[in-house]
């Protein structure tokens, strides 16, 4: 089964059947295996060559990437209706390297207000010396939303209930607003995983989580 036939059922089914559909090593066993390990090994040295060289498919220190880290990727981007998934150590970390991968100095950032304080920090304190400028907004109001946009606007960021006042962005809306002005909305669905909202499926161009809340869901690792 390819994974375009796997979006075809139903979330649940989904899930049962991605930790097969995923499995790098096919034993098919619908609890994955951790892999605990930095390196790996190769059957010689054309084969090592090959993978560090983007020849070939493989893996070659883990943090460039995991069959685990790769399998839970790819579950939530499955789950989300994505193209593909990217593992983090953090949900800062996922907010972070997807917003430097976007934009340069000189560009700027719209973000709703009300967000989360580790994201509004690191907006203001860190991502604002690289030249990059933020401007906030309320999210609900989506004339304000419109009239902060400009041209050097790259990323328009909200979440889908604001923290910490649980105030409701109009993903829908705003997908129309950032399509129409040529930029990407970038959605922190960390308190509205999937089933409840599928950013995606409602126009957002990047969802993101802190996996450690909901996602995890029992308070023990944390990831984004």
């Given at each position: 089964?390819?994974?375009?036939?796997?979006?075809?059922?139903?979330?649940?089914?989904?899930?049962?059947?991605?930790?097969?559909?995923?499995?790098?090593?096919?034993?098919?066993?619908?609890?994955?295996?951790?892999?605990?390990?930095?390196?790996?090994?190769?059957?010689?040295?054309?084969?090592?060559?090959?993978?560090?060289?983007?020849?070939?498919?493989?893996?070659?220190?883990?943090?460039?990437?995991?069959?685990?880290?790769?399998?839970?990727?790819?579950?939530?981007?499955?789950?989300?209706?994505?193209?593909?998934?990217?593992?983090?150590?953090?949900?800062?970390?996922?907010?972070?390297?997807?917003?430097?991968?976007?934009?340069?100095?000189?560009?700027?950032?719209?973000?709703?207000?009300?967000?989360?304080?580790?994201?509004?920090?690191?907006?203001?304190?860190?991502?604002?010396?690289?030249?990059?400028?933020?401007r906030f907004v309320d999210i609900t109001d989506l004339d304000a939303v419109e009239n902060a946009l400009s041209r050097k606007t790259k990323i328009l960021y909200?979440?889908?209930?604001?923290?910490?006042?649980?105030?409701?962005?109009?993903?829908?809306?705003?997908?129309?607003?950032?399509?129409?002005a040529g930029i990407l909305l970038m959605v922190d669905s960390t308190f509205t995983p999937p089933p409840i909202i599928r950013p995606l499926k409602l126009g957002?161009?990047?969802?993101?989580?802190?996996?450690?809340?909901?996602?995890?869901?029992?308070?023990?690792?944390?990831?984004?």
């Amino acid at each position: 089964m390819t994974t375009e036939e796997l979006r075809k059922f139903g979330i649940g089914t989904q899930l049962v059947r991605a930790t097969v559909q995923f499995d790098c090593m096919n034993v098919r066993s619908h609890i994955p295996p951790l892999f605990q390990t930095v390196n790996v090994d190769y059957r010689d040295v054309d084969e090592g060559m090959a993978v560090f060289l983007g020849e070939k498919e493989g893996y070659s220190y883990t943090r460039d990437g995991n069959p685990t880290s790769d399998m839970f990727a790819n579950l939530v981007a499955l789950i989300e209706g994505g193209e593909v998934g990217i593992a983090a150590a953090s949900g800062m970390a996922a907010i972070s390297s997807a917003i430097l991968a976007l934009v340069r100095p000189g560009d700027e950032i719209v973000s709703s207000t009300n967000i989360y304080g580790g994201t509004r920090n690191w907006l203001v304190s860190q991502l604002a010396e690289f030249g990059v400028a933020i401007r906030f907004v309320d999210i609900t109001d989506l004339d304000a939303v419109e009239n902060a946009l400009s041209r050097k606007t790259k990323i328009l960021y909200t979440e889908v209930l604001g923290s910490p006042n649980l105030s409701v962005a109009d993903i829908k809306a705003l997908a129309a607003l950032a399509g129409n002005a040529g930029i990407l909305l970038m959605v922190d669905s960390t308190f509205t995983p999937p089933p409840i909202i599928r950013p995606l499926k409602l126009g957002a161009d990047i969802v993101v989580h802190s996996t450690t809340k909901y996602i995890n869901g029992h308070g023990d690792a944390i990831g984004g």
